[in-house]
């Protein structure tokens, strides 16, 4: 890639580097990472580090794009809410013209400079229909110019593997082969088995689907969602309701200790595989969270609001009267896996 043509990532580690370290810190240490098991090791390791090392250059610089990518989020979901708002109907797909008046809009009511960049640069990260003109507002206003990221040297961390030596890799292996001949008795080492065949994952039980209930073009192209062996055996990924967005039963907000908050309520959800009886789900909620992205055909399939999917899956029971909200497009299906 070269540097008139950054990456997404490229984006957004410059865009925080470009944000004050102190409105960074902040929004991290407002974070409860402790103990959080919602949070994945690779975003929530080192947004410990930072909260205990304070260097957030260091940070916008080396640590992994999911990491980086969760700060940046933090910092742009209020803008990004006032912005959609300012939009309005020209939300989906605004011009040049009506992004720049909507954030004009949003200066005027002293949003700062650092939410503008992390909006921006959140959205270009994205690839938000509106991400050109992103890239074109950051390159026009001389204020908000993006730092260049400057060489840094990584050291092994539990992030990155490190590089061992062929040689002591070789001495490694030699100690390992003597230490089963001596187990068995001197014998020579035997030779590695061959790889077995693996199996076929196990087939569902359910009767083959009419292809006329199967709307044309939904399944071609599509990514198929990889299942766990005990999902496979309950759950079919190629069911007609893979892809739609219904409404149905789920926990309020999985990451609140409240218990009264824990009820469930009716909410949007993906179907990401299913069974006559039961529906496998990723929930969509409208707060975010660190287990979840933007939705991003929230307004085309009509939700009230900026909208979030969580990565973990729920099975539930499919409801007397399923409420089908929309289908997701192959484009839509395979952003999300």
């Not at 990260?125 to 950051?138: K, Q, V, Y």
Request: with cysteine.
């Amino acid at each position: 890639m070269t540097s008139n043509s950054p990456s997404s990532t490229e984006y957004l580690r410059r865009g925080l580097l470009k944000i004050a370290p102190e409105t960074i810190l902040a929004a991290v240490d407002a974070l409860n990472l402790k103990g959080n098991s919602r949070v994945s090791a690779v975003v929530g390791m080192p947004l410990r580090g930072l909260q205990q090392r304070r260097d957030v250059a260091a940070f916008a610089i080396a640590a992994p794009p999911a990491a980086v990518r969760a700060v940046l989020e933090l910092l742009a979901m209020a803008p990004l809410e006032q912005v959609i708002a300012e939009l309005g109907d020209h939300a989906d797909s605004p011009t040049h013209e009506q992004l720049e008046g909507a954030i004009d809009a949003l200066l005027a009511r002293e949003v700062t400079t650092d939410e503008i960049v992390a909006l921006l640069t959140f959205a270009i990260s994205e690839e938000f229909p509106a991400a050109p003109h992103c890239r074109r507002l950051l390159d026009e206003r001389a204020g908000w110019a993006l730092p260049p990221l400057p060489e840094f040297n990584v050291s092994p961390t539990l992030m990155s593997p490190k590089v061992v030596d062929p040689e002591i890799r070789a001495q490694r292996q030699a100690r390992r082969e003597e230490e089963k001949r001596r187990k068995k008795g001197g014998s020579a080492p035997r030779s590695m088995p061959k790889t077995r065949t693996p199996r076929a994952l196990p087939s569902t039980t359910s009767e083959p689907l009419p292809v006329s209930t199967i709307e044309p073009g939904l399944v071609t192209d599509r990514r198929r969602v990889m299942l766990t062996p005990v999902e496979e055996a309950r759950f079919s990924g190629s069911h007609p309701l893979v892809g739609t967005v219904v409404i149905v039963e789920l926990p309020f907000d999985n990451g609140t200790i409240d218990e009264e908050l824990r009820r469930a309520k009716e909410r949007p959800a993906l179907v990401i595989a299913a069974s006559d009886q039961e529906l496998l789900v990723r929930g969509i909620y409208s707060n975010p969270w660190s287990t979840r992205v933007v939705f991003q055909p929230w307004r085309r399939l009509n939700l009230e609001h900026l909208s979030y999917i969580d990565h973990d899956r729920s099975p539930v029971s499919v409801p007397e009267s399923l409420n089908r909200l929309g289908q997701l497009t192959n484009e839509e299906w395979n952003a999300l896996f």
